[in-house]
C-alpha cells in the first residue's frame, strides 16, 4: 500500500480534521471500523443493479456476498449501492428511457463518494451499456460482473429461448395453434431459473461484448446465473478490481478503439442483437474513442456466423456455456487473424494471452472459423432518401425470406413493394387486420414514431409480424422497417434503428401508405419512390405529431437525446471524460 488513494481524501485528512471527522462517524455507525476506512485500503464500490424490480439482474443481490468476500481476501472494503433499476420486459413505455438516467445516476455516485473502485453488475439489456457508460465517463476502475443467463428453457421437448418465444408463441396463436393459456404456459417455460435472457438477445450479447471488450475476467458472461461458477466468478471478480486499483488499470486503458473494433467482431460471430450498435456507440463516445456506424459494415459484416444460438440458431445460454462461451469465440477469431489481440483486459493480459489457444467443446454450438453456420453474417448498414443510417441483421435472413425477397434473377439482393405505414405499435395492432389495406406479399410495413425522440426512448416494435391471413396462407415474414429498434431475442431481419427518426424529420415522417420503396443491399440503400416535386409538396403541407409527455424525465429525456446511429446519448453528457480527475469539494 504505496500509494494514498481517493477514498482517503474523504477518511484520512489530517489537515482537515473537521470535514474527516464528518466522513468517518456515519459510515461507523453500522459496526465499519475506524481502522478499515483509514488504513488505506481500497474502496470498493458494488453497483447493484438487482432488486424485486429487477428480476433479471435479482442474483446480484446474492452475488454480493462473494464479491464481498473477493474484495476483503484481496484487502479492500466493499461498499454496495443501488442503481436505478432498468428491467427490459416490465419497464413502460420502454426500458431504454433508464439507460441514459441510470447512468447519469452513476456518473454522479462514481464521481461523488469515496471510491476507489467499482464492480459493475451487469445483466439485463441496458443495464450493461448503462452501468460501462458510467465507467467510460468516470474512468474509475471498474470491472463488469454479469449475472449471467437463465437454464435453458424446455417446452413440449423442444428448446424455448426467453423473448424468441414470445415472438414464435404470437404466431401460433395468431394460426389458431395455440390457445391464451397455452401462450402464456410456453412463454414461462423459457425462464426456468433466476437470471437474464437465455437466448443470444441484447442481454448475452451485451455481456459478451463486455468480455470481448476486456472488461469481465475472462469466462464471464456466459456462466448461467445458477451454477456454482457464478459465485466463484463473482469471488474472482471482487479479488481482482482490488488490485486494478493498485495497478491503475483505468477504462481508459481497457476501452480503446481497437477494443471496440473486438466487439463489433465478436457481435457478428455470436449472431448479437441489433441493440448493441447504439450500446456500443454510446460506450464508445463516453469513452472519448471515435466509433462510427460505418464502422459497424466495415469490421463486422464479413465475419461469419459461428455460435450457434437463438435467435439466428439452435440453442440457447447453457449450451453456449459448455461449449466454451466467448473464450472459444476468440479463440478461433485471434487464430483466423480477425482480432486485436494486443487489447488488454481487465485481468491484466492481452486478448492473445488469454484466448489465443481456447478450443470449443462443442463443435455444434461454436463453430470452427472455416466451418461457419453462415458466412458474412454481420449487420449491414443502410441509407437512402428515408434516413441517413439503419441496420439489418444478415443472420436472421431465413431461407424463405432471400427466396421470396432477395433472389430474383437478375435482381438479387434487392426488391421493390408497396410501403403500408403505422403510426407506432398501437396504430399497427389496430389497422393490421384490417381488409381496406390490402396487405399482401409485395408490400413493406413501416412504423414510425417509435425513436428516442418520438416513443420517447426508442420502442422495440419494428418486428411487425403479418396479418393473419397471411400467417395462416403460410406467410410468416414480411419486410419490415422503422425509426425504432427490436428485441434482440427477435429473429426478424428487419430494417430498423432508423436514424434521424420520423421525429427529427427524417423522410420517415412523410412517407405514405401506397408509395413504393426500393430496398438493395448490393448499394445498401432504401429509397422513396416517389418524385422530388411530390416530396416538395408533403414537406410544406407537414405538420409534426405533437409530443406528449408524460414525467418530467421524459421531456428532459427528450430535449437532450441523440439519435440512435450516434447511441441514443445525453448529447450534453458525451463532452465529459475523466472527471475522477477532479476531486469534488467539500459538502460542508
Ligand atoms: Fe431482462 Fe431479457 S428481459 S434480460
Ligand atoms: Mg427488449
Same mark, same amino acid.
Given at each position: 500500500?504505496?500509494?494514498?488513494?481517493?477514498?482517503?481524501?474523504?477518511?484520512?485528512?489530517?489537515?482537515?480534521?473537521?470535514?474527516? =471527522?464528518?466522513?468517518?462517524?456515519?459510515?461507523?455507525?453500522?459496526?465499519?471500523?475506524?481502522?478499515?476506512?483509514?488504513?488505506?485500503?481500497?474502496?470498493?464500490?458494488?453497483?447493484?443493479?438487482?432488486?424485486?424490480?429487477?428480476?433479471?439482474?435479482?442474483?446480484?443481490?446474492?452475488?454480493?456476498?462473494?464479491?464481498?468476500?473477493?474484495?476483503?481476501?484481496?484487502?479492500?472494503?466493499?461498499?454496495?449501492?443501488?442503481?436505478?433499476?432498468?428491467?427490459?420486459?416490465?419497464?413502460?413505455?420502454?426500458?431504454?428511457?433508464?439507460?441514459?438516467?441510470?447512468?447519469?445516476?452513476?456518473?454522479?455516485?462514481?464521481?461523488?463518494?469515496?471510491?476507489?473502485?467499482?464492480?459493475?453488475?451487469?445483466?439485463?439489456?441496458?443495464?450493461?451499456?448503462?452501468?460501462?457508460?458510467?465507467?467510460?465517463?468516470?474512468?474509475?476502475?471498474?470491472?463488469?460482473?454479469?449475472? +449471467?443467463?437463465?437454464?435453458?428453457?424446455?417446452?413440449?421437448?423442444?428448446?424455448?429461448?426467453?423473448?424468441?418465444?414470445?415472438?414464435?408463441?404470437?404466431?401460433?396463436?395468431?394460426?389458431?395453434?395455440?390457445?391464451?393459456?397455452?401462450?402464456?404456459?410456453?412463454?414461462?417455460?423459457?425462464?426456468?431459473?433466476?437470471?437474464?435472457?437465455?437466448?443470444?438477445?441484447?442481454?448475452?450479447?451485451?455481456?459478451?461484448?463486455?468480455?470481448?471488450?476486456?472488461?469481465?475476467?475472462?469466462?464471464?458472461?456466459?456462466?448461467?446465473?445458477?451454477?456454482? @461458477?457464478?459465485?466463484?466468478?463473482?469471488?474472482?471478480?471482487?479479488?481482482?478490481?482490488?488490485?486494478?486499483?493498485?495497478?491503475?488499470?483505468?477504462?481508459?486503458?481497457?476501452?480503446?478503439?481497437?477494443?471496440?473494433?473486438?466487439?463489433?467482431?465478436?457481435?457478428?460471430?455470436?449472431?448479437?442483437?441489433?441493440?448493441?450498435?447504439?450500446?456500443?456507440?454510446?460506450?464508445?463516445?463516453?469513452? +472519448?474513442?471515435?466509433?462510427?456506424?460505418?464502422?459497424?459494415?466495415?469490421?463486422?459484416?464479413?465475419?461469419?456466423?459461428?455460435?450457434?444460438?437463438?435467435?439466428?440458431?439452435?440453442?440457447?445460454?447453457?449450451?453456449?456455456?459448455?461449449?466454451?462461451?466467448?473464450?472459444?469465440?476468440?479463440?478461433?477469431?485471434?487464430?483466423?487473424?480477425?482480432?486485436?489481440?494486443?487489447?488488454?483486459?481487465?485481468?491484466?493480459?492481452?486478448?492473445?494471452?488469454?484466448?489465443?489457444?481456447?478450443?470449443?467443446?462443442?463443435?455444434?454450438?461454436?463453430?470452427?472459423?472455416?466451418?461457419?453456420?453462415? @458466412?458474412?453474417?454481420?449487420?449491414?448498414?443502410?441509407?437512402?432518401?428515408?434516413?441517413?443510417?439503419?441496420?439489418?441483421?444478415?443472420?436472421?435472413?431465413?431461407?424463405?425470406?432471400?427466396?421470396?425477397?432477395?433472389?430474383?434473377?437478375?435482381?438479387?439482393?434487392?426488391?421493390?413493394?408497396?410501403?403500408?405505414?403505422?403510426?407506432?405499435?398501437?396504430?399497427?395492432?389496430?389497422?393490421?387486420?384490417?381488409? =381496406?389495406?390490402?396487405?399482401?406479399?409485395?408490400?413493406?410495413?413501416?412504423?414510425?414514431?417509435?425513436?428516442?425522440?418520438?416513443?420517447?426512448?426508442?420502442?422495440?416494435?419494428?418486428?411487425?409480424?403479418?396479418?393473419?391471413?397471411?400467417?395462416?396462407? +403460410?406467410?410468416?415474414?414480411?419486410?419490415?422497417?422503422?425509426?425504432?429498434?427490436?428485441?434482440?431475442?427477435?429473429?426478424?431481419?428487419?430494417?430498423?434503428?432508423?436514424?434521424?427518426?420520423?421525429?427529427?424529420?427524417?423522410?420517415?415522417?412523410?412517407?405514405?401508405?401506397?408509395?413504393?420503396?426500393?430496398?438493395?443491399?448490393?448499394?445498401?440503400?432504401?429509397?422513396?419512390?416517389?418524385?422530388?416535386?411530390?416530396?416538395?409538396?408533403?414537406?410544406?403541407?407537414?405538420?409534426?405529431?405533437?409530443?406528449?409527455?408524460?414525467?418530467?424525465?421524459?421531456?428532459?429525456?427528450?430535449?437532450?437525446?441523440?439519435?440512435?446511429?450516434? +447511441?441514443?446519448?445525453?448529447?450534453?453528457?458525451?463532452?465529459?471524460?475523466?472527471?475522477?480527475?477532479?476531486?469534488?469539494?467539500?459538502?460542508?
Amino acid at each position: 500500500m504505496d500509494r494514498r488513494l481517493r477514498s482517503q481524501n474523504w477518511f484520512n485528512d489530517r489537515d482537515n480534521p473537521g470535514m474527516t =471527522a464528518l466522513y468517518l462517524e456515519r459510515y461507523l455507525n453500522y459496526g465499519l471500523t475506524k481502522d478499515e476506512l483509514t488504513s488505506g485500503k481500497p474502496v470498493i464500490g458494488i453497483a447493484q443493479t438487482g432488486s424485486d424490480l429487477s428480476p433479471c439482474n435479482r442474483i446480484h443481490v446474492d452475488l454480493a456476498a462473494r464479491m464481498r468476500d473477493g474484495i476483503r481476501d484481496a484487502g479492500g472494503v466493499a461498499f454496495e449501492f443501488p442503481v436505478h433499476p432498468i428491467q427490459e420486459s416490465g419497464r413502460r413505455p420502454t426500458a431504454a428511457l433508464d439507460r441514459n438516467l441510470a447512468y447519469l445516476g452513476l456518473v454522479e455516485i462514481l464521481h461523488g463518494y469515496p471510491l476507489d473502485g467499482v464492480i459493475l453488475t451487469t445483466g439485463c439489456d441496458k443495464t450493461t451499456p448503462a452501468c460501462l457508460m458510467a465507467a467510460a465517463t468516470v474512468d474509475l476502475p471498474a470491472i463488469v460482473l454479469s449475472g +449471467g443467463p437463465m437454464l435453458d428453457g424446455h417446452w413440449d421437448g423442444e428448446l424455448v429461448g426467453s423473448g424468441t418465444v414470445v415472438w414464435e408463441g404470437r404466431k401460433l396463436h395468431a394460426a389458431g395453434k395455440i390457445d391464451y393459456e397455452e401462450f402464456i404456459e410456453m412463454v414461462a417455460a423459457a425462464a426456468p431459473s433466476a437470471g437474464h435472457c437465455n437466448t443470444m438477445g441484447t442481454a448475452l450479447s451485451m455481456n459478451s461484448l463486455a468480455e470481448a471488450l476486456g472488461m469481465s475476467l475472462p469466462g464471464c458472461a456466459s456462466i448461467p446465473a445458477p451454477y456454482r @461458477e457464478r459465485g466463484q466468478m463473482a469471488h474472482a471478480t471482487g479479488k481482482r478490481i482490488v488490485d486494478m486499483v493498485w495497478e491503475e488499470l483505468t477504462p481508459s486503458k481497457v476501452m480503446t478503439r481497437e477494443a471496440f473494433e473486438n466487439a463489433i467482431v465478436v457481435n457478428s460471430a455470436i449472431g448479437g442483437s441489433t441493440n448493441c450498435p447504439p450500446h456500443i456507440t454510446a460506450i464508445a463516445r463516453h469513452m +472519448g474513442v471515435e466509433l462510427d456506424i460505418e464502422d459497424w459494415q466495415t469490421h463486422g459484416h464479413d465475419i461469419p456466423l459461428l455460435v450457434n444460438c437463438q435467435p439466428a440458431g439452435a440453442h440457447l445460454g447453457e449450451g453456449f456455456h459448455r461449449a466454451g462461451g466467448v473464450p472459444a469465440v476468440i479463440g478461433e477469431l485471434i487464430r483466423a487473424g480477425k482480432m486485436r489481440d494486443g487489447a488488454i483486459t481487465v485481468a491484466g493480459k492481452t486478448m492473445g494471452e488469454l484466448h489465443s489457444t481456447c478450443e470449443a467443446g462443442d463443435r455444434d454450438v461454436i463453430r470452427p472459423y472455416d466451418q461457419p453456420l453462415m @458466412e458474412e453474417a454481420g449487420f449491414v448498414v443502410l441509407s437512402g432518401n428515408l434516413f441517413d443510417a439503419a441496420v439489418m441483421k444478415t443472420s436472421v435472413i431465413s431461407p424463405e425470406f432471400r427466396e421470396r425477397y432477395l433472389s430474383t434473377p437478375g435482381q438479387e439482393d434487392a426488391f421493390e413493394g408497396r410501403a403500408i405505414v403505422f403510426e407506432g405499435p398501437e396504430d399497427y395492432h389496430d389497422r393490421i387486420n384490417d381488409p =381496406a389495406l390490402e396487405i399482401d406479399e409485395t408490400c413493406l410495413l413501416f412504423v414510425r414514431g417509435c425513436g428516442p425522440i418520438g416513443y420517447p426512448g426508442s420502442a422495440e416494435v419494428v418486428n411487425m409480424q403479418p396479418p393473419d391471413a397471411l400467417i395462416k396462407a +403460410g406467410i410468416m415474414e414480411l419486410p419490415t422497417i422503422g425509426d425504432g429498434r427490436q428485441s434482440g431475442t427477435s429473429g426478424s431481419p428487419s430494417i430498423l434503428n432508423a436514424s434521424p427518426e420520423s421525429a427529427a424529420r427524417s423522410g420517415l415522417a412523410i412517407i405514405q401508405t401506397g408509395d413504393r420503396v426500393r430496398v438493395d443491399l448490393n448499394t445498401r440503400r432504401v429509397d422513396l419512390l416517389v418524385d422530388e416535386a411530390e416530396i416538395a409538396a408533403r414537406w410544406a403541407d407537414y405538420k409534426p405529431p405533437a409530443l406528449e409527455h408524460e414525467t418530467p424525465w421524459q421531456e428532459m429525456y427528450r430535449g437532450m437525446v441523440g439519435q440512435l446511429s450516434t +447511441g441514443g446519448c445525453l448529447e450534453p453528457a458525451v463532452h465529459y471524460h475523466r472527471v475522477v480527475k477532479s476531486l469534488p469539494r467539500h459538502s460542508h
